[in-house]
């Protein structure tokens, strides 16, 4: 059970909710009536929940969990954007479950507006806090203690079940596998589809998700299970979660949707290319070449783009190609070249103002006056840090370089600056 803060505890978690936990687990306290610890953890909650969980900071009284649990769960943005994927599910808004509760950031954003609401948890510190937190959030829901596998035998079917298993093994180390993590989804998918009119998984990022696919329909190969909905959720061009949506009915397309904040970008790729030995997805008259708009004024590539943390994941770029209108510089790059600015783009935009050879003096007329870049390389030979070395440049600074390998096999650096 976790222990109600006495006001020593609360007063000095008020007076010091700005200052480094570092120094302040270093310097304690002279009050002996003040729960250190407990103290530590709110204050750091409090600074991380400022940054990842906003509306939640704003309320007085809540409690965080300790440190590893607040890196797990999801932010604020990420759990807003699950709820509208829920919301795009289902009219019948009866019942939702939620079997792996963890601090509740999930369920509290995914379950708004259903008549019934299940929380299932088997921390009991955990349950303790998401109760109370739930409390002062005004949200009426069902707190339940205990294994998810064992409480889905019992469960009320629902109208969505959603299980964020957990992707560490008995010995702390980080599994990717669906597997391999805590509850072995593939084992309940029977289950779960008897349960649920739809079901919401949340994986690793890592986790590749044509092998998810795979994975699931290969346990199911007996039931009724297909996969609806990919989505890969970036927050900031970070890869934060992959989000697949099972039903009991076959689709006539997947829906794979890469999001980075606010972009959406949707595609529809074939069945068979969900095959993990693909390395590409293929779409029906899609051609990887020059940009058939180009004309003679127009005829330098004076724009470089490069696609967001969630579409370089889903691997959708032919359809990138085919929908911006641009060209990659290769196969392998995952670089697009346009001779105008693509506004809309998704991911990051640069205007080029040289392409370099590895050739020594054409090296040298290029990086004139540059002492410090951005270094990225793409299907190169050489690291960051090699590339930096050779180049006898500094991190940072206005000037990004991409490294990368063009349709002719030779290698390129193509120096801009960032647009936005």
Known sequence: MVKALNQETQDFISSHQDDDVRQLALQGTKNPAVDMPMALQQIAGRQTARRKLPTWAAVEGILYPPHLNMEQCSSEQAARY????????????????????????????MSQGFSRRCYVEQNDVLCDIAEHNFH?????????RGNASAFLSDVVPATIIFLDPARRNEHGGRTYGIADCTPNVLELLPLLMQKAHRVMLKLSPMLDWRKAIEDIEQAASTHQVFVHEVHIVSVDNECKELLMVLGKEPVEGLRLVCVNNDSIFEVTPKPQTYS????????????LTVLSHRTEQESADA???EPNASIMKAGCFDEVARRFGVRPVSINSHLFLSPIEIHDFPGRRFRIVSISSMNRQELKRSLIGIERANITVRNFPLSVDQLRKKLRLKDGGDTFIFATTNADNAHQLFICRKIG
């Open 303 to 305: 724009f470089l783009f």
């Open 82 to 109: 699950k709820a509208q994927v829920v919301n795009g599910l289902c009219a019948d808004r009866q019942s939702f479950v939620d079997l792996t509760g963890g601090f509740g950031v999930d369920f509290y954003w």
């Open 136 to 144: 002062l959030l005004n949200l009426s829901c069902s707190v339940n």
């Open 276 to 287: 993990t030995k693909i390395s590409n997805l293929q779409y029906e008259d899609v051609k």
